[in-house]
């Protein structure tokens, strides 16, 4: 998955505020650590950390 500049700085915006529901956050940081192109084994262990 590719993300623009401008989309991984407003997930990045979304996953730091406080008024986001956890449940919307944590989809945000997997998108975001998609993008960086992690491996989807490696976003479940940080999902757990």
């Not at 993300?3 to 919307?24: F, G, H, M, T, Y």
Request: proline share 2%; hydrophobic share 40%.
């Amino acid at each position: 998955m590719e993300l623009s500049v401008e989309q991984a700085a407003e997930l990045r915006e979304l996953v730091n505020s406080r008024d986001v529901p956890e449940d919307i956050a944590t989809r945000g940081r997997i998108v975001l650590w998609s993008g960086e192109g992690r491996r989807r084994k490696d976003i479940a262990e940080l999902r757990r950390a």
